[in-house]
């Protein structure tokens, strides 16, 4: 069956340190793929997208993710974190070709220390 | 602002009642929109996608008698959880899609119930 991994579930980093939290699916169709973020107390929202095109995609608040498709992996990176980055991210992938099914990662919670 | 709104957010109830849980969307028609299940330190578990006018399909594992859906109006959908009990306890979310067949979703603030 299709799965999407995010390899850590628990990120703590002082701020200023660079971010990179791992995502990795298990689909060899075309995809969309997301990051959606949960700060605390809030709802999800998305963080950024890719559908195609430049692989290298950017979102809100300085994050960005790359989309290497040899080896299945969305990875989103930031290069100096604050305390207000602090939240749950998940990887989400749209399987284009499969009934547009969405597959979640378990979701990393991140929590900078100020 | 937010796109879409659930009620309540919040619900305590006792062992065997059942709990309504609305989903909202405030600017835009929605002909589907999904309810999802968040366990603690695990991802998301789509429950059932609501069509508008039509049955809910529902995921394998689902009870549809258990988790009733009613998606009545372009921008309403309800989920009752019926007979509740200690393990229906959960956060419950309902999205609604900004794109269709793209995955980009729009959230609501979820509801967290808790059957004593």
């Known amino acids: 069956a299709q799965s999407v991994s995010q390899h850590n579930h628990h990120v703590i980093l002082s701020e200023a340190a660079s971010l990179e939290l791992g995502c990795n699916y298990s689909y060899g169709g075309t995809v969309n793929l997301f990051w959606y973020v949960q700060y605390p107390g809030q709802h999800l929202q998305l963080l950024l997208k890719y559908f195609s095109g430049d692989p290298l995609v950017k979102g809100i608040k300085g994050f960005e993710a790359e989309f290497i498709k040899s080896k299945f992996s969305f990875n989103l990176r930031k290069p100096s974190v604050q305390w207000s980055d602090t939240a749950e991210y998940f990887c989400a992938v749209n399987l284009m070709d499969s009934n547009y099914q969405l597959i979640w990662g378990a979701g990393t919670k991140l929590i900078i220390k100020p | 602002g937010a796109v879409v709104s659930q009620h309540p957010s919040w619900v305590i109830c006792k062992s065997g009642t059942s709990v309504k849980i609305e989903c909202r969307s405030l600017?835009?028609?929605?002909?589907?929109m999904f309810w999802y299940r968040q366990f603690p330190k695990q991802s998301l578990m789509l429950m059932a996608t609501s069509n508008e006018g039509s049955k809910a399909t529902y995921e394998q594992g689902v009870e549809k008698d258990k988790f009733l859906i009613n998606h009545a109006s372009l921008t309403l959908s309800t989920l009752t959880v019926t007979s509740a009990h200690p393990e229906d306890s959960s956060f419950y979310i309902c999205s609604v899609p900004r794109l269709p067949d793209t995955g980009e979703l729009f959230f609501g603030e979820g509801s967290r119930l808790t059957v004593l």
């Open positions: 600017d835009f028609q929605a002909t589907t």
